[in-house]
C-alpha cells in the first residue's frame, strides 16, 4: 500500500527537498502540496492524502489551525497530521496534541527520520520528538499540579515490570523502534506493551503517558543517560 503524503510548508525550496525523498521511498508518494494552511485543508480534502506533513507558520492560517480543521473533518478522519517545524516549544506542542496531530518533529531531523515518522504516524501511533517531549514536560513542570504523587505511584502498580520499562523510555522520547532496538524485542511487541500500558493508566495517547510517568516520578528531568532529560 502507498501512503499517500501531502507537504504542506511556505518555503519551495523545503518541498521541493521534502518530495525528492518520499518519492524516492518504495511505499510513498506526494501527491500535493500546500504553501498555506488553508490550501493544506483544501488539498487534503481534494488529494485523499493519508499523511500531512505540516509546517506551523504559514500565510493566510497556520499549520495548526489547519490541523484543528482537518482532524476535526470527520470526512478526513484517516488522515494524520504530522508537524515538522523549527519552533518546538512547549505552546506549539501542547496545541498541536490538542488540535489532533499525531506527531511533532523538529526540521533538523535527518531524511531517514522524518520517513520513519511518516511510517509511525500512518500506522496509527503518535510520535513526539526527544525535545518536544521535553517542551511538553517542562510545560506540565510549571503549572500548578493538583494531582496526588502518590496516587499516581499506585496507578503504576497495575503495570507489569516489562510495561513499566517501556514506559520508562517513552517518557525519554524513545520511539517504538528505538524501544525495540534496546530491549531487543520486536516493535510490534512494544507497541503492545504501550497499548497495555495506555489502557491500564486510562492515558489516551502516547503523550499523556509521558506526563502520568513525570506525575508519578518514574522519570525527573536532568536524570543521566544520552536520551534523559
Same mark, same amino acid.
Given at each position: 500500500m502507498t501512503i499517500r503524503v501531502l507537504l504542506a510548508d511556505d518555503?519551495?525550496?523545503?518541498? /521541493?527537498?521534502?518530495?525528492?525523498?518520499?518519492?524516492?521511498?518504495?511505499?510513498?508518494?506526494?501527491?500535493?502540496?500546500?504553501?498555506? /494552511?488553508?490550501?493544506?485543508?483544501? !488539498?487534503?480534502?481534494l488529494q485523499q492524502a493519508d499523511v500531512v506533513v505540516m509546517d506551523i507558520r504559514m500565510?493566510?492560517?497556520?499549520?495548526?489551525?489547519?490541523?484543528?480543521?482537518?482532524? /476535526?473533518?470527520?470526512? #478526513?478522519?484517516?488522515?494524520?497530521? #504530522?508537524?515538522?517545524?523549527?519552533?518546538?516549544?512547549?505552546?506549539?506542542?501542547?496545541?498541536?496534541?490538542?488540535?489532533?496531530a499525531s506527531g511533532f518533529l523538529g526540521k533538523g531531523v535527518t531524511p531517514q527520520e522524518l520517513l520513519d515518522a511518516i511510517h509511525v504516524v500512518h500506522a496509527g501511533e503518535m510520535l513526539l520528538s526527544a525535545q518536544a517531549t521535553r517542551a511538553l514536560v517542562t510545560r506540565f513542570l510549571t503549572e500548578p499540579q493538583g494531582? $496526588?504523587?502518590?496516587?499516581?505511584?499506585?496507578? #503504576? $502498580?497495575?503495570?507489569?515490570? !516489562?510495561?513499566?520499562?517501556?514506559?520508562?523510555? &517513552?517518557?525519554? /522520547?524513545?520511539?517504538?523502534?528505538?524501544?525495540?532496538?534496546?530491549?531487543?524485542?520486536?516493535?510490534?511487541? &512494544?507497541?503492545?506493551?504501550?497499548? !497495555?500500558?495506555?489502557s491500564k493508566l486510562d492515558a489516551r495517547d502516547r503523550a499523556q503517558l509521558v506526563i502520568i510517568a513525570y506525575e508519578a516520578g518514574l522519570v525527573r528531568p536532568g536524570w543521566g543517560g544520552a536520551n534523559a532529560f
Open positions: 518555503e519551495a525550496l523545503l518541498r /521541493g527537498a521534502f518530495r525528492l525523498f518520499i518519492d524516492n521511498e518504495p511505499d510513498m508518494e506526494v501527491v500535493a502540496e500546500a504553501a498555506t /494552511g488553508r490550501e493544506a485543508v483544501h !488539498r487534503a480534502r500565510p493566510d492560517m497556520d499549520g495548526l489551525a489547519a490541523t484543528r480543521l482537518i482532524c /476535526g473533518d470527520e470526512a #478526513l478522519s484517516g488522515v494524520k497530521v #504530522l508537524i515538522l517545524t523549527t519552533f518546538e516549544n512547549d505552546r506549539h506542542v501542547a496545541e498541536a496534541l490538542r488540535a489532533g494531582g $496526588d504523587v502518590q496516587a499516581s505511584l499506585s496507578r #503504576l $502498580d497495575t503495570l507489569t515490570p !516489562r510495561e513499566r520499562e517501556v514506559l520508562l523510555l &517513552v517518557a525519554r /522520547g524513545k520511539s517504538n523502534q528505538d524501544i525495540a532496538h534496546e530491549l531487543v524485542l520486536s516493535p510490534v511487541t &512494544v507497541k503492545t506493551h504501550i497499548n !497495555r500500558a495506555m
